[in-house]
């Protein structure tokens, strides 16, 4: 059992509240900080916490807090981390850890002197549908990673400080793609080093000066691909969906509008149908439970599992610190218009290359390139020759 | 938090147990019964719990022990229940709650003389899905209830006990009809009287008495219908969907194979896919997170939650008592071939017709039959004479 | 190429048009009739069309006419066919082929006797999806069919004939439960005799004397059950699926609401979306191409090539006249409330019983009942004991 | 009526000839041209074809042949269009025009200077589906395109010419990308410039020169961008998925894998499943009519529709032209790493840059950017400051 510093009262610390309290779960919010004091202690009322602070100081310090969880907006996650490893205190951090690689490495400098527990809150990692994905992915059910797609697009965040690109760090990109590029790492494994990363952002729609459009290639010393897709600009709910191929399968998954719950309504719902959704009568796609679809219910369960075994979780502030390295090197390719290395000052993963590629071999004198079972039944052959490289097919 | 003695160590011991002590949940189970000493001390070893007995009797008279979980056979639930009330327990019992009716209302009468806290364990009524849409119901999202459809099929259950019909009580329609009947009457309202029922079953593929295939009608004193497909012999894994329809939407409700999760494997998935999947490799469809999809969560979130509270779950003996009502009728439909009277001993729920069919007035001459956007970009009307009975169109 | 008189001008005339004269087909409507001259006539120019008539007679008795296609409403079949019997034509009937199983016997006689084409335009069974999913059943893909199920529902015709049951002959079932029995009985086999039918009908929601939503069950001499599922008062668009299930494996179809085509529009797609389509803007469904996914395509191509051959089409009145006899029996049944009989006069497919259930044999002593591959990697065998009928289970 | 001399013999000689002579259409392929004469003689007389030939010379100068078709591997394109100009015959090329743009200028150059007919075969912007959302974006459902994105993918093609580059050009770029990147011109309009791409492209797995995965961005005048994907390395069969989506809605396209037709097969469909799919048993995805689903049906309506009116179809030579030279335009990224202008010589669309990008104005004095309806039933705004550049939040 954890008690649990909540920092933050807006959709993110409501939703992680919901998650922490919900389903006979042991670890408790004991104190929640907002800027407004009468949103905070309403706050606290309706979530049966029994303290409640406009003081980030005195939310990380108050008695008996294990953890702080920092819900807050992106350029305050510097200080509120801070403010943790001086009170002594194990710290959880939502994403993106910050708005540059620079103020990421600051973050992770802090916990690790500190020697506290450190646990990034990158929930769409652990969607229990992403969970069995990369289970199966491990154990070799599609084969060599080669190429993964995720993708999150939406109408836009719902408070002002995204908008405001000093705030959040960027747009797009810094406020979802960071969700797709750990989602595509982790399918490529994240023991492989992000090589380097191309790039396309743009203020397609809306009045501000970040971007609300973004897609993007990261190039991985295995010879994948993680392709992602971030845009404020969607229109029909929110899309969050991820495929990744292999050279032994595929797998799809949509977490959010498809998910095996549909709804026609003439009256309407008459209120709240699922996060982002954009209509509330005609066909609507709701989501049974949000929570649990998002990720947050597995992550804290990861997290608090590993706080109490004092070992790390599965999404640490180092992986944050990679995702900022590599949307920083988004950024610059989207200046540069070219492919931009991925700087990371101290890789911990595996150095060497890891491009596995293998042919297969049909007989002593040529490779197989493809095998297939045509419609009148028989099967044709495309083979190379080794040595004058020609291609012939076969029948057999 | 509660402490629990659980009943049983087959697959539904086994999903009951991996709910109630998932993801930091506060619940225990802390001695459970099996007829095989090994197996039983195997499992509690594997689940930590602190105690294992083949004793029934011993499990639910165990120290500190709150709850009985009946995770049994049907031939053994009246025992089991039994033995609880004896030691003071409260008990929840899986579905159904016994093999007929009579034997439901001696299981019911036991708590209820005994005022021993009870609740009926169906969870597919509990799903995240089902919740929502029943919330969406309620709140007239889709108008007056018309119709409803569940269905379960799969190739057949796990254990020996299913296919002998002493211990089961019969086939398809005890096993996985029971599912259906009370989604069915959770959409139309359980204040609402079951009237009638009409039912097919049939044994047409397996070498046993009971049947593996059934079809049934039960018609509610609203004038809604709620349609049942159990069966035995389904190929291509399990397949869990709901629908219903009203004067304003309909919901279609799909919990295991389609629930965006997609996979196609060459080498092969390596193991389990998902409940009663039936294939390794090519195109599978596993599901994200297992217990929280068939409602274990929610449902032990609600057993326990009222356990705190001394208050009534959503599903109580009564509940059971009722399905079992309803499977009567249809097995005596099956024999007769004709729609039979559900016979309930004490309807505890409205006793008005409630049939609330109103016509929509065009205007002080006509009901409203239809008004349609036509290609052409016209509306037409169908109308009825109030007096003269004659049907019209205009086009407006 | 055919010459081909059109009567009716209504949506089912125009569907039937465009198909034929659609993608350069090489056939040709020559005349066409309607109750409305000027309506009639703008039909004719609209489809290039060289004549039009409000005479039946004059119409079928065109120069040059091949083929009649009678697209009028239910209660003007007889006459329509008789008129063009006489006038020596082939004749197309749209669905249902009468009112009841007389009316269709008699329009039977009428072809047989004169000895000319006919075909029964039962649209449905000649999806490009039915087309396949039928010739995989026939090839053995999913072993002896068990169960069928066909569901047509929307919310109601957009003629007022329609809802006037003197004219229609009955609601939902007459209008589109012919559908889904002849979906039923092609996917059981055409040569297999229905036995008798069980139905529910019911006016659940429009001012009307006919039932606006109907399920019902028709049991096979193979064993086989089909089920029915016809609804004008589904909200959503139009629901037209269907599935089958064998020993060996199911099919499941949808031919209009999801067929891998979603639109999300704020302004509005600014008309037609798809016919029986609700909405216009939010989520909607279009459907590519109508014709073709209604079967009306394969249809006629199936029966001008049979006239060409001087060949029966796949389905001929003789079908039609079985579905009007099955929809008696279920008629009968919604006033008996039981079972009830089909009652066909010639039944020209095979005699015997045909039950062809057999029971795998595991060992000499034992049948098998189900084999699973368990979560443990293991395999668990469910078996019978011939002799003693005890049901055992091993794992090997 | 037309009457096609078809050069090709192949899988798209094959569809191309089931699609012309299927459904009653009334066009005529005349004479069939092939490498290997056996071959070629049985192509024809499957398929109904008076003469057959293994001269492309004599094939094109046959008497009767209006149009010749070109089905012939990439290399083979630019001979046999100067073979039908020469001839004087109308001329309608599969894709990918040619191997480069340069080739593809010299095809365009020989049809253009004779003056005859000339069509180009990009089925995959004639699906059914296509049609109907091309139609809606145009109509203003989904408001002002912003992104596309069109993917291909299937386990590599089964023609060894395919694979060798001399023959090809490329990889699944110049073989599948193609159809992705007119999909992607499409929807943001024929008319807006593509300036300038880039591309990632690798060979993943087999032992081939050229490329068989890539991922592309071509961003046009207007500030769409519109994203490919093709891969010869998916497996799972063919996948075949277009999206779009603009200011006021998305639209998402399924073409081949996920249509509303699913079956499951034990033992399995016995043969062809459908383009590309490498399964017979298990879950299987076939497709209704492959023909229509392909676009081969509307396309060749369109073509000869086009050819008897004398007119231009939807896609021309020049519209090949313009492909290959977007694909140059990637193959040239692939190499210098960077985006890379798109060079066009005689580009015939809009000049003026058509960014027509306007903001919401919420007063005075804020542009809006977002309004949302939050789950306590508050509509929210973010706005912002016209002259500050301030962004602020209210609640309504």
Redesign the interface.
């Known amino acids: 059992m954890a008690n649990v510093a909540m920092l933050g009262t807006g959709l993110i610390g409501l939703f992680y509240t919901m998650s922490l309290h919900?389903?006979?779960?042991?670890?408790r919010v004991v104190v929640v900080q907002g800027r407004d004091a009468a949103k905070t202690k309403a706050f606290a009322e309706t979530w049966g916490i029994p303290r409640s602070t406009t003081s980030l100081e005195e939310a990380v310090a108050a008695e008996g807090v294990d953890l702080v969880v920092v819900g807050l907006p992106n350029h305050l996650h510097l200080e509120a981390v801070e403010a943790a490893v001086r009170a002594g205190r194990g710290v959880l951090c939502t994403k993106p850890l910050a708005r540059t690689a620079a103020e990421a490495r600051r973050i992770l400098e802090a916990v690790e002197k500190a020697g506290v527990f450190h646990g990034y809150l990158e929930d769409l990692v652990y969607?229990?549908?992403m969970?069995?994905?990369l289970a199966?992915v491990r154990?070799?059910?599609?084969?060599r990673v080669?190429?993964t797609?995720s993708r999150e697009?939406h109408?836009?965040p719902?408070?002002?400080?995204f908008?405001?690109k000093e705030m959040s760090g960027g747009g797009a990109l810094v406020d979802m793609g960071c969700h797709c590029i750990e989602i595509g790492r982790s399918f490529v494994g994240k023991d492989v080093r992000p090589v380097e990363a191309?790039c396309?952002a743009?203020t397609?729609?809306?009045?501000?000066?970040a971007e609300d459009?973004t897609?993007g290639?990261v190039?991985y010393a295995s010879?994948a691909?993680a392709?992602f897709?971030a845009?404020w600009?969607?229109?029909?709910?929110m899309d969050l969906r991820d495929e990744v191929?292999?050279?032994?399968?595929?797998?799809?998954?949509?977490?959010w509008l498809?998910?095996?719950?549909?709804?026609?309504?003439?009256?309407?719902?008459?209120?709240?149908v699922a996060e982002k959704a954009?209509?509330?009568?005609?066909?609507?796609?709701?989501?049974?439970?949000e929570t649990?679809?998002l990720g947050y219910?597995?992550m804290?369960?990861d997290m608090?599992?590993a706080f109490d075994r004092k070992a790390a979780p599965v999404e640490t502030f180092y992986d944050g610190y990679v995702v900022n390295a590599i949307m920083d090197a988004c950024y610059r390719s989207v200046e540069?218009?070219?492919?931009e290395p991925v700087l990371i000052e101290d890789w911990r993963g595996a150095t060497e290359a890891q491009d596995a590629?293998g042919?297969a071999e049909y007989d002593a004198r040529h490779?197989l390139?493809?095998r297939?079972?045509?419609?009148d039944?028989k099967t044709?052959l495309?083979l190379?020759d080794k040595q004058t490289?020609?291609?012939?097919?076969r029948v057999e």
Chains 1, 2, 3, 4 share one sequence.
């Open positions: 919900g389903k006979r779960r042991r670890d969607t229990p549908k969970l069995k994905a199966s154990k070799g059910a599609i084969g080669l190429w797609r697009a109408p836009g719902h408070s002002d400080w908008w405001t191309v396309w743009a397609q729609v809306h009045p501000i000066e459009s897609v290639l190039r010879g691909v392709q897709e845009a600009t969607f229109r029909g709910g191929s292999g050279t032994g399968g595929t797998i799809w998954i949509n977490n498809r998910t095996g719950f549909e709804m026609f309504s003439v009256p309407g719902s008459g209120g709240y954009e209509t509330e009568s005609g066909w609507l796609f709701p989501v049974g439970d649990s679809a219910d597995d804290f369960a608090l599992d540069t218009k070219r492919w590629r042919h490779w390139i493809k297939e079972r045509m419609p039944g044709k495309i190379k490289g020609a291609v012939v097919q």
